[in-house]
């Protein structure tokens, strides 16, 4: 069955940097893109960013633009989110989420990994 | 970017109700528009895709309509699983973007 779990979260310092990590089974992880959909304690869902299935495409929301870097290692089966200069609106939990195609609809998800930056 | 937009932003409804929640998107999807289930401590899961088709293994109960700006989803004979948090979401273009959600809990 399909299954994508993250890791890498955890408790950081303002302007410090983090590297997210999500490990996909049960599917040809190459031939689908791939995103990272995050959310605030308490609030909706905010779309990160999404890549393609072999990288070739990059998408950023406007307020990762610049801070975040998504990337993936296919040979890995691995999907990544390297994430600058954290502030406190960085603060959510990350989920890695499967698309089978770029704009598509969002069909499986992580079970999610806590960010929290705090000083 | 398109905005998404959902009302009402919570509602309070008994079993075996019918219920619909409406989502509008600031400008023309086509059908391009996405609904999401999400229960507390849980990830969110989809139930209905490009407007109107039903994701495998959500209950028939679950229905969308819509396209261009204007979207609902309907749960019919509503069950206990269903009190939940639904969120809407557009594919039509990048960035994504998600409606701010639906609170449904029980009356």
């Known amino acids: 069955q399909v299954q994508l779990v993250e890791s890498g979260g955890g408790v950081v310092q303002p302007g410090r940097s983090l590297r997210l990590s999500c490990i996909a089974s049960g599917f040809t992880f190459n031939s689908y893109a791939m995103h990272w959909v995050r959310q605030a304690p308490g609030k909706g869902l905010e779309w990160v960013a999404l890549?393609?299935?072999?990288?070739?495409?990059?998408f950023y929301s406007d307020s990762v633009k610049g801070q975040f870097t998504i990337s993936r290692d296919n040979s890995k089966n691995t999907l990544f989110l390297q994430m600058n200069s954290l502030t406190a609106e960085d603060t959510a939990v990350y989920y890695c989420v499967r698309s089978y195609d770029t704009l598509d609809y969002l069909d499986y998800w992580g079970q999610g990994t806590l960010v929290s930056v705090s000083s | 970017d398109i905005q998404m937009t959902q009302s009402p932003s919570s509602l309070s409804a008994s079993v075996g109700d019918r219920l619909t929640i409406t989502c509008r998107a600031s400008q023309s999807i086509s059908r391009y528009l996405n609904w999401y289930q999400q229960k507390p401590g849980e990830a969110p899961k989809v139930l209905i895709y490009?407007?109107?088709s039903l994701q495998s293994g959500v209950p028939s109960r679950f229905s969308g309509r819509g396209s261009g700006t204007d979207f609902t989803l309907t749960i019919s004979n509503l069950q206990p699983e269903d009190f939940a948090t639904y969120y809407c979401q557009q594919s039509y273009t990048s960035p994504l973007t998600f409606g701010p959600g639906t609170r449904v809990d029980i009356k």
């Open positions: 890549i393609s299935y072999d990288g070739s495409k990059i």
């Open positions: 490009t407007a109107s």
